[in-house]
Nanobody
């Protein structure tokens, strides 16, 4: 199983980006999916979570601006980011709990850089 995150880039403050996290390989189902971010010199922080049942949670810093979603048919998750601010600049990582043929394992995507200019 492979997890790939993409969609980052350079955007001006107030702009939007949509990140994608695509899983490939022998997949029975994707349970939960999470997005994290890590700014330079800082720890990796949880940004948003979507559960098996579709419930979502967000860090206070992104509530009302970011939306996590998933397309189970495509084995892909998304993070829609609106009203971006310079403090949102970070490498964004996705993490998913994926069930293969026999067991469920947590996988990490490789990270995608989001840079927000003021």
């Amino acid at each position: 199983v492979r997890l790939q995150a993409f969609g980052g880039g350079l955007v001006q403050a107030g702009g939007s980006l949509r990140l994608s996290c695509a899983a490939s390989g022998t997949i029975t189902s994707i349970k939960s999916m999470e997005w994290y971010r890590q700014a330079p010199g800082k720890q990796r922080d949880l940004v948003a979570t979507i559960s098996t049942g579709g419930g979502t949670t967000y860090a206070d810093s992104v509530k009302g601006r970011f939306t996590i979603s998933r397309d189970s048919a495509k084995n892909t998750g998304y993070l829609q980011m609106n009203s971006l601010q310079p403090e949102d600049t970070a490498v964004y990582y996705c993490n998913a709990n994926i069930r293969g043929l026999c067991s469920s394992v947590d996988y990490w995507g490789q990270g995608t850089l989001v840079t927000v200019s003021s």
